[in-house]
């Protein structure tokens, strides 16, 4: 089907290999890359090989013998910077048997290529070297390397990547050598022998330093992070080992490694084949946030392996990845209701989504999306992974779980190193089940395209609960001036989880009216909430506070949404303190002045977020307005707005 969302045309002439030559250059901030493609052309009509791209110096273009190819590099179509230019190249004479060919394309990034973020020294733990890394979900990858950025078309890859002596270089690959060039430099060389879609190509060069786990597994990090990490993510061989007993299929990447990153980073983590990325906002010191971990093993099957043909079916991948995870997770901890558990938060989360975009993009509700040629991070949200998770729970108890976990494996069997629509898992899940009546009563339509929340919720069990909801009651009874507020810290004895349960639980009682401060701070004598290193508790505590105007948060949420760049925090933190009387000025300020500590993607998402203030009042001060007078900052604001005004539209 076609993915409006990239010119690259693979109906025409596919890329199925890619040798990639890379050369940092931290100075410049650039890299300086040599792209070789293999492609395959499919229709005999063809005559030139399409290549989505944004923000790249393209240099020229070769033939597999070095005769120059002729090629043009389009403008931006329309108000759609997002979509980047075509790069359109004539074909060189293919081989008439295999009607195959090689074309070679140099060029360079540039400061405004999406994908890459450079960090300075001060921006890392040893503040002695500067970091990259890359972020190419969703259509990133074009302003990485010239591509075919779609989920529909998969394709091999090898890389040589040359980095400073002092740097270690990190990829979504296998290394097969590490050497020293004879400029001093480091020369790595890496395989990827599975075929992968471009939003998985990543790239991270700093200085690391790796921590074994397991034969196949380890942990990269700064150095002064290492050790803390690998505590963390110790579980990660029983998260894989657990993963590959419940699909029914080995591991297909060969290495599961782990790089935590510095905290601008702005996922909880990026699945990329065979070097997960993942936020330092994981580190509670305890392990009680490392599902994320299990979410993104889950991933190596349900997203890598079986991919969404399209972000219209992005569902696919996390809605399966979320159902996988809650599977390892329950049976790692030998508790089937652990997964209704984990899923009461989830059906919260996307309660809370439905609600925010029923009032400003109710299209975005829908479990199939109609996205068209927009942009894929605009509709990004939880409902992907929670309006996914809730539809396979349904039917999974309406067949029965070891039916369902059957037809799992039978799944992941059948479109294992392809893609897939809506309309395939559908035509497959009546087939595997023809002759089960019960399946006659999924009214398949309203699933995947009614807007809101699901047609059915699924009862959860609510025993592992009941504790985190009955002290949130007694809580909220309290603050009505029912009760007395608890004299003993319930929770010290807690799991994290139950905690966030009871945040959760307290959250949904005052959406119509806020909490007393004075109970906030009776609540946080008691329990230290704002001073709790798991970022899911702080986060839901400032939320409670913010929504009560107590202003003793201001600094903890600042501090909060200024040491860390992951958009799950950032975001409804920023929007939180705007709609606040008492924070409208200063999530402005706050956010113009700290906007170079984010990832790019998360500078645009922000900007779209507080569009009507970024807008009407870009510049709150002479102080912030001299800040943005550089030559980067206003390159970076200017998109910002663009994609501000543009998401009105």
């Not at 960090?119 to 890394?133: I, N, R």
């Not at 529909?152 to 296998?174: D, E, I, N, Q, R």
């Not at 990447?253 to 070097?275: A, I, K, V």
């Not at 701070?521 to 704002?530: D, E, I, V, W």
Request: with cysteine.
């Amino acid at each position: 089907m076609a993915d409006l969302t990239s010119y690259s045309k693979p109906e025409e002439v596919v890329v199925t290999h890619l040798d990639w030559e890379i050369s940092v250059d931290f100075a410049k901030e650039r890299l300086f890359s040599v792209a070789t493609y293999s492609v395959r052309v499919l229709q005999s009509k063809a005559t030139t090989l399409n290549l989505d791209t944004s923000h790249l110096d393209i240099v020229s273009a070769m033939g597999d013998d070095g005769t120059p190819l002729s090629y043009t590099l389009h403008p931006i179509v329309g108000d759609k910077p997002y979509l980047g230019r075509r790069l359109e190249i004539n074909l060189p004479q293919c081989n008439d048997d295999e009607k195959t060919c090689r074309i070679t394309v140099s060029y360079s990034t540039t400061k405004l290529c999406s994908a890459l973020q450079w960090l300075p020294p001060s921006q890392t733990a040893g503040k002695e070297h500067p970091y990259l890394f890359t972020q190419c979900q969703a259509i990133h990858a074009r302003s990485l390397v010239p591509c075919q950025d779609c989920c529909g078309v998969k394709m091999t890859y090898t890389a040589t990547a040359f980095v400073p002596s002092w740097a270690t270089c990190v990829m979504s690959a296998l290394l097969e050598k590490e050497e020293v060039s004879e400029d001093n430099t480091k020369k790595y060389t890496w395989n990827q022998p599975v075929p992968i879609c471009s939003y998985l190509l990543a790239l991270a060069v700093g200085e690391l330093t790796k921590k074994t786990i397991s034969e196949r597994c380890a942990v990269w990090s700064e150095p002064s992070v290492v050790e803390s990490a690998a505590y963390e993510f110790s579980e990660t061989e029983m998260f894989l080992s657990t993963a590959e007993a419940i699909t029914g299929r080995d591991y297909a990447w060969g290495r599961y490694d782990l790089l935590c990153l510095p905290p601008s980073f702005p996922y909880g983590g990026m699945e990329n084949p065979c070097l997960t990325f993942v936020t330092p906002t994981l580190l509670a010191g305890d392990k009680s946030l490392a599902d994320v971990v299990a979410h993104e093993i889950a991933h190596s099957w349900t997203g890598n392996l079986v991919t969404n043909a399209t972000w219209d079916h992005f569902w696919l991948n996390e809605g399966w990845t979320t159902w996988l995870q809650r599977k390892i997770m329950a049976r790692m901890k030998d508790n089937p209701s652990f997964l209704d558990f984990d899923a009461i938060e989830g059906r919260k989360d996307m309660a809370d989504t439905v609600e925010e975009f029923l009032k400003s993009a109710p299209e975005n509700t829908s479990m199939v999306l109609n996205n068209r040629d927009g942009d894929p991070d605009d509709s990004y949200s939880t409902l992907a992974y929670e309006k996914g998770f809730t539809f396979l729970l349904y039917l999974e108890r309406l067949v029965g779980t070891p039916e369902f976990e059957k037809f799992f494996q039978a799944y992941i069997a059948r479109f294992a190193s392809k893609t897939l629509t809506s309309t395939d898992f559908k035509d497959f899940f009546l087939e595997h089940f023809a002759g089960n009546s019960k399946i006659n009563e999924i009214e398949w339509d309203v699933w995947f395209y009614a807007q809101g929340m699901p047609p059915v919720l699924p009862p959860l069990d609510q025993s592992m609960a009941k504790a985190s909801t009955d002290l949130a009651s007694v809580w909220y009874d309290f603050d009505r001036g029912a009760t007395s507020s608890p004299a003993t810290n319930e929770i010290s004895e807690w799991a994290s989880g139950q905690i966030t349960c009871f945040l959760d639980a307290l959250q949904s009682k005052t959406t119509e009216k806020a909490l007393k401060v004075s109970t906030l701070f009776a609540m946080n004598k008691l329990y230290h909430l704002a001073e709790s290193r798991n970022s899911e508790i702080l986060f839901r505590y400032c939320q409670l506070a913010i929504a009560s105007e107590d202003q003793s948060i201001i600094l903890i949420a600042l501090q909060f949404i200024t040491s860390q760049g992951r958009m799950k925090y950032i975001r409804p933190l920023y929007k939180s303190l705007y709609k606040s009387k008492m924070g409208k000025g200063v999530a402005v300020s706050t956010f113009l002045k700290h906007k170079d500590i984010y990832h790019p993607i998360a500078t645009k998402m922000i900007a779209i977020d507080l569009k009507d203030a970024m807008e009407t009042s870009p510049f709150p001060s002479q102080h912030v307005k001299g800040l943005l007078m550089t030559g980067a900052a206003i390159a970076v604001v200017g998109i910002a707005l663009a994609f501000a005004r543009r998401s009105r539209k």
